[in-house]
């Protein structure tokens, strides 16, 4: 006899819920360094929000495929997802952190 988990299905929708609110605030980030930017340079400004634009919108795809096979994977009582949404995830935040300093540096 196995022990079903005891919210089945409900730590799943936490965390997919958790993943839009952090893509919302990555995307957020970017575009205002985006703006902040482009006082200094279009192309980087452009550049910056076109690239937190990609990011943020592959993160949400992995987020939903994520969440779809992780509900299969409780139901069955498998292994859960990998680790590419958190390497997306960085590298957003890797970004924004680079346009962040760019601004300051040549602002």
């Not at 902040?36 to 987020?63: D, E, N, Q, R």
């Amino acid at each position: 006899m196995t022990l079903a988990p005891w919210d089945p299905g409900l730590q799943n929708e936490r965390t997919g819920l958790a993943w839009q609110r952090t893509m919302l605030a990555g995307l957020t980030c970017s575009l205002l360094v985006a703006r902040l930017l482009a006082s200094i340079s279009i192309f980087l400004s452009v550049t910056i929000g076109l690239l937190a634009l990609l990011c943020t919108t592959g993160l949400g795809w992995m987020a939903i495929r994520r969440f779809r096979e992780n509900n299969l994977a409780i139901h069955r009582e498998e292994a859960l997802g990998d680790g590419k949404a958190n390497a997306l995830l960085s590298m957003l935040v890797v970004m924004t952190a680079l346009g962040g300093l760019l601004y300051v540096a040549v602002a």
